[in-house]
């Protein structure tokens, strides 16, 4: 929490299970590097190639009030991404409940994450939030339904990969770094030193999250041994 009011991405996924499991960190960390760079790639391809005009034309109309059709497909695309997101991100939260969950446990925890995201959304994401809204028009809900399709199909490649956890926000940041560059590089009034800068940023914030995750990690079985004695 203290990392997140600083604007810091943090991955639950090191934090938590790498408290619980640090001998398959190697393995996560391949795995969500992997998903950084095929977010990165696969933006790149799709901004660039797909989707560059109709992205172009996101850009100049941010004002016009989007269809119905928008709306609904923002809804669906929500609600993909969230099952995938859920899928990957469950055993973060679930690792701390008994192993055997009955029906009232697993509605009662459930109800209480939704509580709680319903707080998140109050406060419109809190500081994290601005990684998001710096990035190009991706307060409009053309531009952020297709970032939500991309999203959840790249999570379920990775699903379906192999069940090794991994880190949906290296992914998700990695998908906002390519989308930036192909946009950068589709338009004439942007510099690719600035969206270079941008990318770094994030990229260094994140890394700061994993590096605390690891202390975490490895330093809490040593603080226990210690304590023990």
Do not use: C
Request: aromatic share 14%.
């Amino acid at each position: 929490m203290f990392l997140t009011n600083l604007g810091i991405p943090v991955s639950t996924t090191f934090l938590i299970l790498t408290v619980f499991a640090p001998e398959n960190i190697t393995d996560m960390l391949i795995k969500s590097l992997s998903g950084y760079g095929v977010a990165f790639v696969t933006a790149i391809l799709v901004y660039k190639f797909a989707t560059k005009s109709l992205e172009n034309k996101f850009i100049n109309t941010p004002y016009k009030e989007p269809p119905i059709q928008w709306v609904t497909l923002q809804w669906m695309s929500t609600a993909f991404l969230w099952s995938q997101w859920l899928i990957q991100d469950l055993a973060n939260i679930f690792v701390y409940l008994p192993r055997n969950l009955d029906a009232s446990m697993l509605f009662f925890s459930i109800f209480v994450m939704l509580i709680l995201h319903a707080f998140i959304f109050y406060i419109n994401g809190g500081e994290i939030q601005h990684i998001v809204t710096s990035k190009t028009n991706t307060q409009d809900i053309r531009s952020a339904t297709i970032v939500d399709f991309i999203y959840g199909l790249i999570l379920l490649l990775f699903k379906e990969w192999s069940n090794i956890p991994m880190s949906t926000t290296w992914v998700f940041i990695g998908l906002l770094a390519g989308r930036e560059v192909a946009i950068t590089h589709n338009s004439q009034n942007r510099e690719m030193k600035e969206t270079g800068k941008m990318i770094f940023s994030d990229v260094l914030k994140a890394f700061a999250g994993l590096v605390v995750s690891v202390i975490i990690a490895f330093g809490l079985p040593i603080l226990d041994k210690m304590i023990s004695k």
